[in-house]
């Protein structure tokens, strides 16, 4: 349905921005591969109908923008949530704006590989389908990818989870046994995890192979960024084909063991015993040169005299006599 003013330059921006929710507009730009300029004189030409809404982001990309109910419809996404604003508020929920913008790059990015995809939002249309069951805190529950798509020349989607912040260790166990178990039954070829941060893909990493999810199932990577995507070429899908690790030759047969003369070892020359060890003498202990001679009554008396001359007291010199014991 093309209304009043809206062409299929706009219908078609309109379209992308309704399919993941929040979208930034170099996001826009990258994924349909649009000057900069273009791109806001579609959106500025959706606000004006009232199909949009625009605010500015504070990570200094650009403002976010997410179609209104109206926008869903004009532009033919019939069935698909729009995105869900409390009363008296400027904009949806933190965790909303922050999973959406990071799913916007990745659509933006498969999108200019010009491969199927479909959105969270669609997937949530027939969610019995696409829904993967998985453990909880209180039983079970069931979670959506953020996008699929088909890589060239596969039938089954490839999963695509969109990781902004970590999580407690056990839930997100929870989440990758899930996807370990969608992946084996066939439903997924392999899930994918764009995680905002290496660190944080590489914990994704480390709880997989806890789980037993193996390269070829598990592969988490980091978000690209929009000079980035703006690189890629419209090629291929930027899910990087990981090649198995190669199986290890066998081992040659062992040859059958041949008979060799052994020449006797030539004579060696006699070993040598050693000294045996002798014990020095004891040295003589060192002698102190000075010998104190025995002091004299006189000199004894001269240094009481001096002693009670330098302290000042005259009942220390000599021992203290022991006191006598008091009793009642």
Known sequence: MISRGVGPGTERVGRFIGRVGVVTLPAIQVGLDLDARVVRRHVQRLEDLGWLTRKPWMWGEGSI??????????????????????????APG???????????FTAARIERRGFQWLSGRELAVDEPRWAVQHRHDYGYSTQLPDLAAWSPGS????????EESRRRDDRQRWRLEGWRDAIRAGRYEYVQYDCATESLAIWIKNLGKKVGLTRLELRPVVQMRPEEIATLPPVELNIEPVT???????????????????????????????????????????VWPYVLEPETPEEYERRKQRYLELMGRYDSFEPEKPKRRWFR
Do not use: D, F
């Open 244 to 286: 198995p690790e190669p199986e290890p030759e066998p081992e040659p047969a062992a040859a059958r063991p041949q008979l060799h003369l052994v020449e006797p070892p030539a004579p060696s020359a006699p070993v040598r015993e050693p000294a045996p060890y002798i014990r020095e003498p004891p040295r003589p202990e060192t």
């Open 155 to 162: 039938e089954k989607p490839v999963a695509i989870v969109c």
């Open 94 to 104: 933190m965790t909303t704006i922050t999973q959406g913008v990071l799913a916007g």
């Open 65 to 90: 923008v997410w179609l209104t109910g109206v926008g869903i419809n004009g532009v033919g996404l019939h069935g698909v949530r729009p995105v869900t604003v409390k009363s008296g508020k400027w």
